[in-house]
């Protein structure tokens, strides 16, 4: 049974920074790519960012290229997002992913976590 929690979201002013955190288990953890899905009220899912097993290769959409960065402890099965320079367009329900992802290619619903809610507003 996979289990992904999301947690670490919350209200933030625009420009400040949040931390996210995925707890994983029932799978083999350092064996995945790991990804960040979010999405927008009335709006579809959006892959944000995609890491590799050993954490040595990571991706990002352009939306948050150079603002966001994915990381992982494979000791905790523990994926993070630090998330700087936010922005209102960056809110939305994010949620922990297994698999790799692409801007047109995002891991199965079935493995992804129950979400943690940003919101970025003055």
């Known amino acids: 049974q996979v289990q992904l929690v999301e947690s670490g979201g919350g209200l933030v002013q625009p420009g400040g920074s949040l931390r996210l955190s995925c707890a994983a288990s029932?799978?083999?953890?350092?064996?995945?790519?790991m990804s960040w899905v979010r999405q927008a009220p009335g709006k579809g899912p959006e892959w944000v960012s995609a890491?590799?097993?050993?954490?040595?290769?990571?991706w990002y959409a352009d939306s948050v290229k150079g603002r966001f960065t994915i990381s992982r402890d494979n000791g905790k099965n523990t994926l993070y997002l630090q998330m700087n320079s936010l922005k209102p367009e960056d809110t939305a329900l994010y949620y922990c992913?297994?698999?790799?992802?692409?801007?047109?290619?995002?891991?199965?619903?079935?493995?992804w976590g129950q979400g943690t809610q940003v919101t970025v507003s003055s």
């Open positions: 992913a297994r698999g790799p992802g692409s801007p047109t290619t995002t891991p199965s619903r079935n493995y």
């Open positions: 029932g799978f083999a953890f350092s064996t995945y790519y």
């Open positions: 890491i590799s097993t050993g954490g040595g290769g990571t």
